[in-house]
């Protein structure tokens, strides 16, 4: 009972106070349905790399893993010598894919790479 009197008084003015606060400008619904910056930098997956490859390819590498891919020259020198993409982009069961042991990266986190390619590997 007091528990429940507690989230009474805190936590629904709390989400009536959220809900009030948010307004979504043209600007936010613009960047929800197009994620892909104009732009792609190594800003912009780092984090992908981050989550799904340093557990190897740290620095030093580990579990066997050639390189690091733990700053910008490392992942550009892997997309441009290593062959990173059609690494990334091979299909679930297929000889080499990376992340070694999967599970493959979500298509616009393999997009994401491919653009930042075709921009011209920019570190920032
Ligand atoms: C569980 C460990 C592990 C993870 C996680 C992992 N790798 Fe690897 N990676 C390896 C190993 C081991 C090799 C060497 C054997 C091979 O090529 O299959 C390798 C090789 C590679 C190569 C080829 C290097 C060369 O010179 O031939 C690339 C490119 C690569 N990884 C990219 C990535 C990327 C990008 C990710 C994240 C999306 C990733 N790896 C995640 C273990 C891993």
Not at 63 to 86: C, T, W, Y
Request: aromatic share 6%.
């Amino acid at each position: 009972m007091k528990i429940k009197q507690l989230r009474n008084i805190f936590v629904i003015p709390l989400i009536f106070s959220i809900f009030s606060c948010s307004q979504n400008t043209y600007d936010d619904i613009e960047e929800e349905t197009n994620p892909i910056p104009e732009i792609v930098t190594y800003q912009d997956v780092k984090y992908i790399i981050d989550g799904a490859c340093i557990a190897c390819h740290s620095n030093p590498p580990q579990n066997g893993a050639p390189m690091s891919l733990v700053s910008f020259e490392h992942v550009k020198e892997a997309v441009q010598n290593r062959d990173l993409i059609s690494k990334i982009s091979k299909n679930v069961g297929d000889n080499g894919l990376m992340p070694l042991g999967g599970p493959r990266l979500p298509q616009s986190s393999i997009d994401l790479i491919i653009e930042w390619n075709n921009d011209g590997l920019l570190e920032n």
